[in-house]
């Protein structure tokens, strides 16, 4: 036992990049195999022609991809797209101001930080059918504006365009506050110090001084927003009616009831490729940034 | 520093506090109201936490829930964890390549992953059900193990390893009375991290599962869609403070440096 422990660490002296390997071969083969191959198998099937039993069959055909000028699914996509910018920009709004809130908040910084970090993980499900729990027609917010006189009869909430962007902005909300947070948190405060020293004034600060070092925060925030909000799947669907469907409700779609397994990995495509071009103007603007602060 | 922030400010601030959590209080709350169709308070009952406790499909849901989370939680902390030691502790080639390749995972919407691993284990005829599923959560959480124990690692003391080398212990020896004690805080967060995600998703779960092997949020997504009863209130707050627990260790976990 010990003879062989000795023999394979003088073997890993000489060869220094093998135990790296051996450390990562497990865990990269795991994400290849299950990860990485099956998005290239989804791939290839968005290119052939749909088969008998909602499987492909050989051959070549970009007809699916074609489907996609068709007004239906053309809606689908531009819905999708504007509602997720929407949801970006509105969580933009909301977030700002409580991650710069947080930050100036001294000892209650661990607890407001703990606050935001709790819905971040909770589960998606649970926190969408909260939404329900309030929205739907015998929910709480109907039952206390009936009680209040505000409405004689229940207001149709759920179920509508307003129902999901609430339960969008209510699930990615907390992606947006925490980066923002960790950019605040790295300001050097003696920038602000030296701005008011030479005599500006606090809304001079913030949009010349704080608001430009914290854009690479907002840039991550907007990302780890527009992601999500373009795949969202859940919220949409039990939130929205059947005219709010999102790309995301059409991949499931074809996947379950409609069968046409070769359409649908179109669909999913069309999402990782909008995704992959998010992520490639994120590192864009980051390196110009990077590069523009060295000045 | 000068902590004049403007009173709008924390005014918004205040409103989207409550606007994140007020909807999960009054889930909660209302799991304890002894009422099955009024959002009116009839006063304080435990019957729908005990009703859970008659429905085979949420106790068999849970164990489904535990077996898996348990098993995706220790293959993804021991790959995730082997994979930061790499990255932090080698310089090899194609190193860039594949960290930015770790990310992805991160990055991509969970529908995407379902569905790509639906079309594979479809193609391997490979059948669906505990199996798939934990393979599927094993692959969304090893990136985010990586993540945590890279940052516990990074900021990590060296000269204790180069002390214990110095004192005659060889790499093996090292490693396990050195390096893991030292590290163990972020492997620990990065475990529970990947428990909650693995016990909260339903996604992914939703497109690799069999028939018979539904999670807990499977069979909750399913109450939901058929109608909203008090169980679901009671469900989702056992599912809710068993998070906060996890989540609250893990955030100690990564704090304590």
């Known amino acids: ?295 | 520093m000068s902590s004049r922030v403007p009173a709008w400010l924390i005014g918004v601030a205040v409103l989207v506090y409550l606007f994140l959590h007020i909807p999960i209080l009054v889930l909660m709350i209302f799991s304890f109201n002894n009422s099955k169709f009024s959002v009116d308070w009839r006063g304080f009952t435990m019957q729908w936490y005990h009703r859970l406790l008659e429905r085979p499909d949420i106790l068999r849901g849970l164990r489904i829930s535990l077996i898996v989370g348990g098993a995706a939680t220790v293959i993804s902390a021991v790959l995730g964890t082997m994979i930061a030691l790499a990255l932090a502790r080698h310089r090899f080639r194609g190193r860039r390549l594949f960290e930015g390749f770790l990310y992805v995972p991160i990055v991509t919407p969970e529908i995407v992953v379902g569905i790509s691993l639906l079309i594979l284990f479809a193609l391997i005829k490979f059948p669906l059900g505990v199996t798939t599923i934990t393979i599927a959560h094993v692959a969304f959480c090893i990136s985010f193990v990586v993540v945590v124990v890279l940052a516990r690692l990074e900021g990590m003391d060296q000269t204790l390893e180069e002390a214990a080398m110095i004192l005659g212990a060889d790499e093996v020896t090292t490693f396990w009375k050195v390096t893991v004690p030292q590290l163990w805080p972020g492997i620990l967060a990065g475990a529970l991290l990947a428990f909650t995600m693995s016990f909260d998703d339903y996604v992914i779960t939703s497109f690799v599962s069999g028939s018979g092997s539904s999670t807990l949020p499977i069979v909750v997504y399913s109450m939901v869609r058929r109608n909203v009863e008090p169980s679901i209130n009671a469900i989702s707050t056992i599912i809710i403070v068993v998070t906060a627990i996890l989540i609250y260790l893990a955030d100690r976990l990564v704090r304590n440096k």
């Open chain 1, 1 to 295: 036992m010990r003879r062989w422990r000795e023999r394979i660490l003088r073997w890993l002296h000489r060869r220094p990049e093998a135990g790296a390997w051996a450390l990562l071969f497990p865990g990269a083969l795991w994400l290849v195999a299950f990860f990485l191959v099956p998005i290239l198998i989804m791939l290839a099937y968005s290119v052939m022609p749909r088969g008998i039993y909602g499987g492909v069959t050989r051959g070549f055909t970009l007809e699916h991809y074609a489907r996609f000028f068709d007004p239906l699914y053309l809606e689908v996509l531009e819905r999708t797209f504007v509602w997720s910018v929407a949801c970006t920009l509105i969580c933009l709004v909301l977030g700002y101001p409580v991650a710069y809130v947080i930050v100036r908040s001294g000892r209650w910084r661990n607890l407001l930080m703990f606050l935001v970090v709790l819905p971040f993980w909770t589960s998606f499900l649970v926190r969408t059918f909260a939404m329900i729990f309030l929205m739907r027609d015998t929910g709480l917010i109907n039952n206390w504006l009936l009680k209040l006189g505000v409405v004689h009869e229940p207001l149709t909430i759920l179920y509508t365009p307003f129902a999901v962007m609430a339960g969008l902005v209510y699930g990615f909300l907390p992606f947006m506050i925490l980066p923002i947070y960790a950019s605040l948190e790295k300001l050097d405060l003696s920038l602000l110090e030296a701005a008011e020293v030479l005599g500006a004034r606090p809304r001079a600060r913030f949009r010349r001084v704080t608001l430009p070092l914290s854009m690479p925060g907002v840039v991550a925030g907007c990302l780890l927003v527009f992601i999500p909000a373009l795949g969202s799947f859940l919220t949409s669907d039990l939130l929205g009616g059947a005219k709010e469907m999102m790309i995301g409700n059409l991949v499931q779609n074809q996947f379950s009831s409609a069968r046409n397994w070769p359409f649908g990995s179109a669909a999913s495509f069309i999402v990782m490729a909008l995704v992959l071009a998010a992520v490639m103007i994120y590192f864009r603007v980051r390196d110009k940034g990077q590069t523009e602060s060295l000045r």
